[in-house]
Nanobody, 114 residues
Framework: QVQFVESGGGLVQPGGSLRLSCAVSGSIDRIYVMAWYRQAPGKQRDLVASITPGGITDYVDSVKGRFTISRDNAKNTVYLQMSSLKPEDTAVYYC????????WGQGTQVTVSS
């Protein structure tokens, strides 16, 4: 059974940075496009960024130039480096495959506030 364990969230001031990690159990990391999603209170879960097994990345417009997704296939881990954070980035962040195929993990809370 594939599982995702997200970590690295926290409380940060506007303009600050955080690095999220997603540990993936099971050997899917080499063959799937992996992605980060986020869900703000009262809103649907939205795709934020994705990365192919070969490292091609894609981002929603609202995070372009501020977020960087990466993956370490040997460690079955996906990362999301977030900088220049804004209050509107506040959400629970999740990882999964793009076009999610597996059960969601618990996510990691990111709160951007002064």
């Amino acid at each position: 059974q594939v599982q995702f364990v997200e970590s690295g969230g926290g409380l940060v001031q506007p303009g600050g940075s955080l690095r999220l990690s997603c540990a993936v159990s099971g050997s899917i990391d080499r063959i799937y496009v992996m992605a980060w999603y986020r869900q703000a209170p009262g809103k649907q879960r939205d795709l934020v960024a994705s990365i192919t097994p070969g490292g091609i990345t894609d981002y929603v417009d609202s995070v372009k130039g501020r977020f960087t997704i990466s993956r370490d296939n040997a460690k079955n881990t996906v990362y999301l480096q977030m900088s220049s954070l804004k209050p509107e980035d506040t959400a629970v962040y999740y990882c999964n495959t793009k076009g999610p195929r597996f059960y969601w993990g618990q996510g990691t809370q990111v709160t951007v506030s002064s």
